[in-house]
């Protein structure tokens, strides 16, 4: 092929661009060459950025290279980059722990573990570079309100929030990393003397923002100019499939309906109904964070036991449950999953939310266990690490669609194993259910057709089992992540459509085990490369 380079050699190239757009999960990934940067958010850095996937994206494009898998992840990645770059997201998304970009600092540079001098001394550059960081955070932000792409004021409020409960924190969770040396020493002196300052600078230039931007009547991108455009472009970042966020809304309508059926038949009464009990009945709600904690970790282990004989691959990384740090615990998600270090430093870490625990429901502890940690991301993550011979870009890289469709069929599949504790925990599954079809529709209703907030927290709340605290969280969390919320069940469907059209064709050949090694064996990949895998899966098998 000449000096065109190969498909391995454009997916390195494009997973330093990614480690470059988020350096610290770089860092987390164990993904070399960038552990002493914070992310360049300035437009002269995006601008590199942008011109960087373009190039690997038109090369892809060009190349023969015949492995073929590798060079379609390696184009959705370029093309989501581009999306993500394009929206201008870094302006106007300013609260989500997991999306801000100031917010990921603040969440994130605390999770970091560095062993051995080097990785403590970048640690300590990192630092460093936090004022020149957050100073061109706030000029971006600053620039993109003047230009009219403003935050939701609301997330402002919120986003100031957090900066203040972070400072208040002590001690400051960035002195959590064990360090070495004097290396300690010089640390305290950074995070008090350079940190923090540049954090009430960041809290200050926020407040500034407060009552400039976007009303509750106005959080979509559809507000935004070229906000239609940049929302299509975020929904097949996200779904990986070419389907319209109209076609969305309308499947997430269907799914609700469908699911009425389930609460009668589990709950015994009408589906409002049974929502409303699951809802309002006070012993369905938390007593304290450790009753919370420890239904988590009986349910992963429960999981773990049962595992083999549903999968012919089980990770050697461990699965721990941790509450969610308190700094990040208001805005952070009910739960989420962090991955294992490749070297085994660091084991898989499932994090539940015990802020406000008495306000949160306990029927759904198992479901979202399942989802989060065993057999639910932490296989699909830790055996995608396992895999030897591809790129990294294919075992360690989200794509959304993969990632949480994967985890949305394993808490069906929890059911078929047999792992529900009781029918009030496998309406905690319907009811999880329930809420990933309404995220069809109100993620869609936000950003295309221009709902207001409350509009998505009233539909939330009469389709879905929430509890206010959740409806309002999630509310926030699909306005500043358009079009990830969509991922679930677009992705659900999806498995859910090749096992059976793999039962169907195979019949008594068909082993479920095998199927799921065919799911979880070539990396993250595509809705489309995945369907291409089964088919070939099925065809060597007749």
Same mark, same amino acid.
Request: proline residues 3%; positive net charge; hydrophobic residues 40%.
């Given at each position: 092929m000449g000096d065109q380079p190969t498909a391995a050699e454009l997916a390195d190239d494009l997973l330093d661009a990614l480690a470059t757009e988020a350096p610290i999960v770089a860092t987390l990934d164990s993904i070399p060459g960038h552990d002493h940067e914070l992310r360049d958010v300035s437009e002269e850095g995006d601008a590199r950025l942008r011109e960087r996937a373009a190039r690997i994206a038109g090369q892809a494009a060009e190349s023969a290279d015949p492995d073929r898998i590798t060079l379609s992840v390696v184009t959705h990645h370029a093309e989501g980059l581009l999306a993500r770059l394009d929206a201008r997201l870094t302006e106007f998304v300013v609260a989500d722990p997991m999306e801000a970009e100031g917010a990921q600092v603040l969440a994130w540079l605390p999770q970091q573990t560095p062993v051995g001098e080097r990785a403590e001394e970048d640690f300590l550059a990192r630092l460093a570079a936090v004022p020149g960081f957050f100073a061109a955070l706030a000029a971006r932000q600053r620039a993109g309100a003047g230009a009219g792409r403003?935050?939701?004021?609301?997330?402002?409020r919120n986003a100031v929030g957090h900066v203040d409960r972070f400072l208040a924190t002590e001690p400051s969770p960035l002195l959590t990393p064990p360090l070495t040396g004097e290396r300690p020493?010089?640390?305290?002196?950074?995070?008090?003397?350079?940190?923090r300052p540049a954090l009430v600078a960041y809290r200050d230039a926020l407040t500034d923002l407060a009552g400039r931007g976007r009303p509750d009547e106005r959080p979509g991108l559809c507000w935004l100019d070229g906000g239609e455009q940049a929302y299509a472009r975020l929904v097949r970042m996200h779904t990986t499939t070419d389907r319209t966020p109209e076609e969305l809304h309308r499947t997430g309508l269907e799914i609700g309906r469908a699911l009425d059926e389930e609460y009668r038949a589990l709950g015994g009464a009408e589906p409002a109904a049974v929502r409303h009990r699951l809802r309002t009945d006070p012993a369905l709600r938390w007593r304290d964070g450790e009753e919370m904690l420890a239904v988590a970790k009986a349910a992963v282990e429960r999981a773990t036991a049962a595992a083999p004989a549903w999968f012919r691959r089980v990770p050697a990384a461990e699965c721990v449950v941790r509450p969610v740090p308190e700094a990040d615990a208001p805005l952070a998600s009910p739960a989420y999953y962090t991955t294992p270090a490749p070297d085994g430093s660091r084991p898989g870490i499932y994090f539940t939310n015990t802020h406000r625990v008495s306000d949160r429901f306990r029927f759904i502890a198992e479901t979202v266990a399942f989802h989060e940690a065993v057999p639910g991301h932490h296989f699909q993550?830790? &055996? #995608?690490?396992?895999?030897?011979?591809l790129p990294r870009l294919r075992t360690q890289v989200s794509l959304s669609a993969y990632d949480e469709g994967w985890g949305l069929y394993t808490e069906? &599949? #929890?059911?078929e194993m047999g792992l529900y504790s009781d029918d009030l925990m496998r309406l905690g599954m319907v009811a999880e259910d329930s809420v990933r079809a309404a995220r069809l529709v109100v993620d869609t209703g936000l950003h295309a057709l221009g709902w207001s907030r409350q509009q998505c927290v009233d539909y939330l709340s009469e389709h879905c089992v929430l509890s206010d605290v959740e409806v309002q969280s999630e509310t926030d969390r699909y306005i500043e992540c358009p079009g990830q919320a969509l991922s679930y069940m677009t992705g659900r469907l999806e498995i859910q459509r090749l096992r059976a059209l793999a039962e169907q064709q195979l019949g008594d050949a068909f082993d479920v085990r095998d199927f799921h090694d065919v799911v979880l064996g070539s990396g993250l990949v595509p809705l489309p490369v995945l369907g291409d895998l089964v088919a070939d899966w099925i065809a060597g098998r007749e």
């Open positions: 403003t935050p939701v004021d609301r997330m402002i020493e010089r640390r305290e002196r950074l995070v008090s003397g350079v940190v993550i830790s &055996l #995608a690490h396992e895999l030897r011979g069906r &599949l #929890a059911d």
